[in-house]
Structures are given as C-alpha cells and as structure tokens.
C-alpha cells in the first residue's frame, strides 16, 4: 500500500520567508510525528500528533515552528520568517497508534539562502 | 533527559567482513530500542527493535540484543554486502511516556567495498 508522502521533496527559500511543507501519513495511522535531520543536531524530533488529542510540540525549537493536522490526516508545518539554520530535512512519521513501529516519508529538503 | 551515543562514523569494510557498530543510551525509564537504516536516496526504515532487556531483533541478518546491564545494543552482521552500505541509526522510546516519539544517535555511515 501506499506509505508516507510528503511535498514538496526540496525546498529553496530566501531568508524571511515562510514556508510550508506538508505529509500524508499511512491511511488510518492515528499517530504523526515530524523530525529534522540537520548536519548540526542530527536527527531530532519536533512535534506529534495523536487523533483529537492537543499535540506534543515540545521538541519545536522556536515560535516560528508551528504545525497542524486536519481531520487527523494530513499535516502542514510551518516556519516563519526562515533562518539559515533551519536548513534540514523535515521527515513525517505515521504508526497505527502511539506504541507502534513508525514508517517514515521520504522527507522534505529545505534550503534557506 | 534521554539520550543516545552511536559509534562515530565513518566505517568502511570490505564484503564478507563482521560488522560492529556500537551503541548506549541514557534512559530515565524502561525504553524500546530500534535500528533504523536509511539507505543512499531513501527514506529511513526500522531495521530491528526490542522492547525489554535480553531482547534479541533480527533481520536480513543483522541482530542487536537490548543490555540492561551495560545500557547498549550493538548492532552486528556476521558477513556484510555490498548493498548493507548506507547510514545506520540507533533510537530508543520512552514508552511509559506514552508515545513513541523517538531519540536518535548521530547516525554512522557504512560503505562496504567490494
């Protein structure tokens, strides 16, 4: 079946734009998780979401970080007024429910000249 | 907080060699443990898990075995190929927390040499 997709797969921004990037989990995996794989810091999680309940954002490393999901399907992060160092792969998770194994999207490579 | 620490890279074998690739990790509570693999141009993909100590995961002939005692699990394969080359991370989740959100070591890059 299908797995994970995410859009755009690269991104090139200039400094103080905003951007969106989006993913669309397995169908019927009620958990979605997002990670940025940067040189810096490695691989490291961001936020998650499980069906209606409010999401875990505390791996955002800024306000300028946010992201929603509707009707416990797609997700859309967005980074505000980009930075350099948000350069990275953004990579989507889903899993069936929280205690599963997650399946990861191919990612989305963002470039902030 | 929970943390990882992989064997740094990069390692470069040659086919048919035993592969090693060390890890340990730093948990407050009782976690699962994963290899994850993302091989060149792909996405990332569980290669093994165990879930409570003395756990042995295995696949496509590699194995870890999850040590309480000594706080790690080691990735090995007895004869690697050509086609194992890729970056290989270890994670752990903290289940009791209530998700899986994962911790991630710094990957190691394997190239193996025909």
């Known amino acids: 079946g299908a797995g994970v997709s995410q859009s755009p797969s690269n991104k090139v921004t200039e400094k103080g734009k905003d951007v969106e990037l989006r993913c669309d989990p397995i169908?019927?995996?009620?958990?979605l998780y997002w990670y940025r794989q940067s040189l810096g810091q490695g691989l490291e999680f961001l936020i998650y979401?499980?069906?209606?309940?409010?999401?875990?954002k505390s791996g955002l490393p800024s306000d300028r970080f946010s992201a929603e999901r509707t009707g416990g399907s797609v997700s859309t992060l967005t980074i505000q007024r980009t930075q350099q160092e948000d350069s990275a792969v953004y990579l989507c998770?889903?899993?069936?429910?929280?205690?599963?194994?997650?399946?990861f999207g191919p990612g989305t490579r963002l470039l902030v000249l | 907080g929970d943390s990882v620490t992989q064997m740094e890279g990069p390692v470069t074998l040659s086919e048919e060699a035993f592969l090693t690739i060390n890890c340990t990790y730093t948990?407050?509570?009782?976690?699962?443990l994963f290899w994850y693999v993302q091989y060149p141009g792909e996405g990332l993909q569980l290669l093994l898990k165990?879930?409570?100590?003395?756990d042995k995961g295995s696949n496509k002939g590699f194995e870890a075995t999850y040590r309480k005692e000594t706080t790690s699990f080691h990735l090995e394969k007895g004869s690697v190929q050509v086609s194992d080359s890729a970056v290989y991370f270890c994670?752990?989740?903290?289940?009791?927390?209530?998700?899986?959100?994962?911790?991630f070591g710094q990957g190691t890059r394997l190239t193996i040499n025909p």
């Open positions: 998770a889903s899993s069936p429910d929280p205690k599963e194994t997650q399946y």
């Open positions: 169908s019927g995996h009620t958990a």
């Open positions: 979401f499980q069906g209606n309940s409010a999401p875990d």
């Open positions: 948990a407050t509570g009782y976690p699962s």
């Open positions: 165990a879930t409570k100590a003395d």
């Open positions: 994670a752990l989740s903290d289940a009791g927390q209530g998700a899986q959100k994962l911790v």
